[in-house]
């Protein structure tokens, strides 16, 4: 059961999730790179934190020790592929969750062993599958 989960990176939608996890977690860290959306999730009850995510002492110092789980949401696969090894490695972090942009790049983390998301492959998944059933009607007549 997740206690403390942590969210990194992400911008709005990091924040946005973070703020969507406080309804139903007592606490919740995020942290991220950008200042302003960083003070936005501030004004609205969430721990949030900056930090450079190239830089390991950065991240080390805005880290929530108490995190038991954490969610990399970035935009950016080689940058989300740092903050789940990091979250595995460094803060031997159990439960990782993870954003994939790019569905080429899924086997490559779940390799590490983690949670993977590809909103790709849902998205597509979500049209094929609710579109496959009006063209089937339409032919019908229906």
């Given at each position: 059961m997740i206690h403390q989960p942590l969210v990194l990176g992400g911008e709005h939608a990091g924040r946005a999730l973070a703020e969507r996890l406080?309804?139903?977690?007592?606490?919740?860290?995020?942290?991220?790179?950008?200042?302003?959306?960083?003070?936005?999730?501030?004004?609205?009850?969430?721990?949030?934190?900056?930090?450079?995510?190239?830089?390991?002492?950065s991240l080390r110092t805005a880290w929530n020790a108490d995190a038991d789980a954490v969610i990399v949401v970035g935009r950016v696969d080689p940058t989300n592929l740092l903050l789940t090894q990091a979250s595995r490695t460094t803060f031997d972090v159990d439960r990782v969750?993870?954003?994939?942009?790019?569905?080429?790049?899924?086997?490559?983390?779940?390799?590490?062993?983690?949670?993977?998301?590809?909103?790709?492959?849902?998205?597509?998944?979500?049209?094929?599958?609710?579109?496959?059933?009006?063209?089937?009607?339409?032919?019908?007549?229906?």
């Amino acid at each position: 059961m997740i206690h403390q989960p942590l969210v990194l990176g992400g911008e709005h939608a990091g924040r946005a999730l973070a703020e969507r996890l406080l309804e139903e977690y007592e606490s919740v860290t995020f942290i991220d790179e950008n200042e302003a959306v960083v003070a936005h999730a501030i004004e609205r009850g969430i721990d949030a934190r900056v930090a450079a995510f190239d830089e390991p002492q950065s991240l080390r110092t805005a880290w929530n020790a108490d995190a038991d789980a954490v969610i990399v949401v970035g935009r950016v696969d080689p940058t989300n592929l740092l903050l789940t090894q990091a979250s595995r490695t460094t803060f031997d972090v159990d439960r990782v969750t993870v954003l994939v942009n790019d569905p080429q790049n899924t086997d490559v983390f779940e390799d590490l062993g983690v949670e993977v998301i590809c909103v790709t492959s849902l998205v597509t998944d979500m049209v094929v599958g609710s579109s496959a059933e009006p063209a089937e009607d339409a032919r019908a007549g229906g």
